[in-house]
């Protein structure tokens, strides 16, 4: 099993790396065209700031890249922000590989949403055996809105997308690799697609 991490200004790729090695699995984390599409999956993580992410991502051709991979491909966190249309973090234009707007949380609540929150509503192939309610690992201050991609949700201030789901890509607002049981099962099902 080829796995890549996708290279980029963006932190917790360590962590991504070593929740993979658990499993058994040795990615390689790259930036390299040819290994990232000859990969069997490809995981976009990221902890960053939106805008500064994607004008990385477009220097060095790998907006136009990652949007061409037909191989799986999960988005986290960040990155799974990066895969939407348009953040208003920075007012950057994403990759828009799903059809939705990332927004700022309204601090009505303590923001940034970190901790441990439950998702609900789960379905798609990376929750194969995991609970509805299942409690995951949270840090952030953007969300992707509901959408007809949503494949779980999370409610704090309001319900927000958790999971997103569409063709070859996949998507997590929360950290697997920082969820226990929970997240390395998500992981597991991910390299097993």
């Not at 799986?72 to 920075?90: D, K, N, T």
């Not at 509503?121 to 194969?128: A, S």
């Not at 704090?156 to 996949?170: G, Q, T």
Request: hydrophobic share 40%.
């Amino acid at each position: 099993m080829n796995i890549a991490i996708v290279k980029y200004n963006a932190g917790n790729i360590q962590s991504v790396q070593y929740a993979l090695n658990r499993l058994g699995v040795e990615p390689i984390i790259t930036n390299n065209a040819q290994e990232l599409l000859s990969a069997d999956k490809v995981i976009f993580p990221g902890v960053g700031e939106a805008s500064s992410a994607m004008a990385y991502l477009k220097n060095h051709n790998l907006d136009t890249l990652i949007t061409s991979l037909k191989n799986p491909v999960l988005g986290i966190c960040l990155g799974m922000q990066l895969m939407c249309r348009h953040s208003e973090e920075g007012n950057a234009d994403c990759l828009n590989i799903f059809d939705v707007a990332v927004k700022r949380f309204a601090p009505t609540q303590k923001v940034p949403h970190m901790g441990w929150n439950q998702i609900t509503k789960c379905n798609g192939e990376l929750f194969k055996g995991i609970e509805n309610n299942s409690y995951v690992y949270f840090v952030h201050s953007f969300y992707a809105e509901l959408n007809a991609h949503t494949t779980a949700e999370c409610d704090y201030i309001l319900p927000f997308s958790a999971s997103i789901e569409k063709d070859n890509f996949f998507a997590v607002q929360f950290h697997p690799e920082k969820s226990g049981d929970v997240g390395a099962k998500i992981l597991e099902n991910f390299v097993r697609l």
